[in-house]
């Protein structure tokens, strides 16, 4: 359950940070324009894969969200950790020696439990359909049996043999598909419309062959069973579905181009009318690239430059985004430290230090702006737990926890630095 919250709280920002990777790949593609060959258009996609589906990022003060800030969004399900976003200041500044059992996980409020089965209905919604259009095909596809034309399939092995592909493929006819296309994994099946094999001449299936041997060279089986994944978990942004959209027109210029880079000379002309079944925008794309496709190998520096300079920029986050500036430094004795004890009363009865805290977070009390330095810490005293903060102004957060139903502030103590260094040291207790 820990890890669910954990994971779930994160999507939000995983998904906002993605989203600015996908309009920055965008503007690259707009003003590179046809001088990015096919290929490096499509690798700046992957780069969208890697930040939706990395659950980490490291801070650096290269990254784009220095600038940006992109707000943590994440969910308040836990013990109330997390950077005030009017303060930068982190509430919890110290974390227990020891994990007391049930301190990690709250209780879900009610928007949270709405927001966790709506994101569960659309991701299980999504990947129902996904799953059952994937079995109606291999329902159909059982049914057929190999296509067995011996010409046919030793110009499939010449292909192959061409491209250094060595994985058995097998041909099958099938009213299931509308284009040729690649199915399965561990074996890929290459799928044909009903009697598109005996239409096509021998030179148009070679360059159909190519086309989809191109797909399993570039292991686009992988990368769109990852795609499928991820947006799946994150079915709420229209620009991630925009992203993979793109991501799925670039990656078939690009096994156009790497078709073309093994197809002989004077061949371009007769490739551009072969397996083209797409919309009428795709083809237009498809068509423009292979009347211009040039085998030079231009721009490979500039390329490798660009996708390891937006990579570096977006792959990694802020810094100080999830620790205290310098101002939330240690506390100081010196300064003058007071412990503000507090203890439930009425209905409350907290079992854990989260459950404590929770309550004492309320109307302001934990906002970073009440004089606390934070430290909180639980003891038990008889059969109920007594907490206690840190404070620089004990006044303010005496006021601010008088207004909070169910605790009373019971003492309030000036520490020495000897006491502070114990104060420290103790343990969160439950009951």
Not at 180 to 206: H, Q
Not at 342 to 356: M, N, T
Not at 376 to 381: D, E, G, I, L, P
Request: net charge positive.
């Amino acid at each position: 359950m820990e890890t669910l919250l954990s994971h779930f709280s994160s999507l939000p920002r995983t998904s906002e940070q993605a989203s600015v990777l996908i309009l920055l790949v965008l503007a690259v593609q707009w003003v590179c324009g046809r001088r990015l060959q096919p290929r490096w258009r499509c690798a700046l996609w992957l780069l969208v894969l890697a930040r939706l589906a990395l659950p980490w990022t490291i801070p650096s003060p290269a990254s784009v969200f220095n600038i940006l800030r992109v707000p943590a969004a994440v969910l308040t399900v836990g013990a109330g950790r997390g950077v005030e976003p009017q303060t930068g200041r982190a509430p919890i500044t110290e974390a227990p020696p020891s994990k007391p059992e049930g301190a990690a996980i709250q209780p879900w409020s009610g928007g949270t439990i709405w927001l966790v089965c709506s994101w569960a209905a659309g991701a299980l919604t999504l990947a129902g359909c996904a799953a059952a259009n994937h079995y109606k095909i291999c329902r159909r596809v059982a049914r057929r049996h190999p296509f067995m034309d011996e010409p046919t399939l030793n110009l499939l092995e010449d292909c192959k043999a061409l491209m250094g592909i060595e994985a058995g493929i097998a041909i099958i006819e099938t009213g299931a598909v509308q284009s040729p296309t690649l199915f399965g994994f561990v074996r890929p099946r290459l799928l044909f419309p009903m009697g598109l094999a005996s239409s096509f001449s021998r030179a148009e299936l070679r360059h159909v062959f190519l086309h989809e041997l191109a797909h399993i060279k570039r292991r686009d089986i992988l990368v769109g069973w990852l795609t499928l994944a991820l947006q799946v978990i994150h079915w709420f942004n229209p620009l991630v579905w925009l992203a993979f959209y793109r991501l799925r027109a670039d990656r078939e210029l690009a096994c156009d181009a790497l078709a073309l880079s093994f197809a002989a000379a004077g061949e371009k002309e007769s490739y551009g009318l072969a397996g083209i079944l797409e919309n009428k925008r795709q083809m237009k794309e498809r068509i423009t690239m292979i009347a211009k496709f040039n085998k030079a190998n231009r721009g490979l520096t500039a390329a490798i430059c660009l996708l390891a300079g937006l990579g570096v920029v977006t792959l990694t986050d802020a810094q100080n985004q999830t620790r205290p500036p310098v101002d939330n430094s240690e506390p100081d004795a010196s300064k003058g430290v007071w412990v503000v004890r507090l203890e439930p009363i009425g209905d409350f009865a907290p079992k854990s230090p989260g459950e404590f805290l929770q309550r004492a977070s309320q109307s302001g009390a934990y906002s970073g702006e009440k004089g606390q330095i934070g430290y909180f810490r639980t003891k038990k005293q008889g059969d109920k737990l007594i907490g206690s903060f840190l404070a620089y102004d004990p006044d303010q957060l005496k006021a601010a926890l008088a207004k909070v139903p169910g605790l009373k502030v019971t003492s309030v103590e000036k520490l020495t630095q000897e006491q502070l260094a114990a104060y420290e040291k103790l343990p969160q207790e439950s009951l």
